[in-house]
């Protein structure tokens, strides 16, 4: 089935899926000058009015048209053969489903979410924290440190454990963006030493991490990508369902002991040029001599933003970014101390190829 923002509401709103569990949510709307978000209390984006916005131009790049950005967490056979557990947050497709929220806390600058996974019967299974701060070495760029915790009462083995993040990019408006994939491995998975699970440029999926629907560019990275046209950039003879382009990332992890936490980074943020956000992401330590996103989509307009004229050859007048913390499709915990720790969690730097990971347990300041 083809996917348009208006169907997607049509079938929305059939199913009741806009509804959320639970109180009114709680929020903030965050900056840092240059980059400003709006952040749910569980930790996605498209709150208040902003999604992912540049403060320089006041384009927003995931609040207009679809407010499809969120985030899920899976458990593969949690409940036996074939039987999956989920949970995620994704205002426009799916709402909230399975989480219970711990804390949310938030300043002029940064907002930290903290949830509990449920399972069937209510008992929490894992626990999971987005903190999202602004970095030193770039304007341009806001970290994500992501903190998954077992609680599960069991061990999780190698590729047990999954997450995905997407997004539907609307800058200035739905479907006058180009956008770009790069950092995706020729072979996917823990088994062949990456966490890559899967990609795609359906911003329109669910924070479902089991549920999934191409919109022809999976698996693959690209450049200049709009719709109705093949995947440019890349080996994919796959062409694009859609005008309106997303990201849509997946991942699986190594294995992880119960009360063991598994940390990654992830980023948003935008910059005046697609050349400004290269160097971006390699100021993420304040040193150039290295790259430290690794794997990120770029979205740009192609059509002119509030009067400011767009060359989507360069990316101007902004090109946002949706990214992570790898090398090689390897996810990397935090490099810089977590400024707001997750209460009484455990940290895991355990960082593997293959589902080699050891889990190492220590208390967190």
Known sequence: MKFTKKTLAASMAATGLFLVAGAAQAGAVISNGTVRLGINDEGALNFGGVGLQSVATGSDSTYPGCTCEGWGVGIVNFGGPGVNLSAGQNTAVGGTQNLSLVSFTSTASTAVSVVNVLSATGGTVLRVTHDYHPIAGTPYLYQVDVSITNLSGADLT?????????????????????????????ALGVANGNNVRRTDNNGFNSYDPFSFNSYGCQDVNFTNLRGGVACPGSASSGTSASSDQGALFDFEFEALADGATRTFVTFYGVAPTKADMDLARALVDGDSSDIEIGLYSYGYPTADTFGIPADPATGAPNTFIFGFGAAGGVLVPPDEPNPTPEPASLALLGLGLVGMAAARRRKQA
């Open 158 to 186: 190698a590729g047990q454990l999954v997450y995905r993040r997407v997004m539907d990019w609307d800058i200035p408006f739905p479907g006058s963006e180009q956008v770009d994939m790069y950092g995706v491995p020729a």
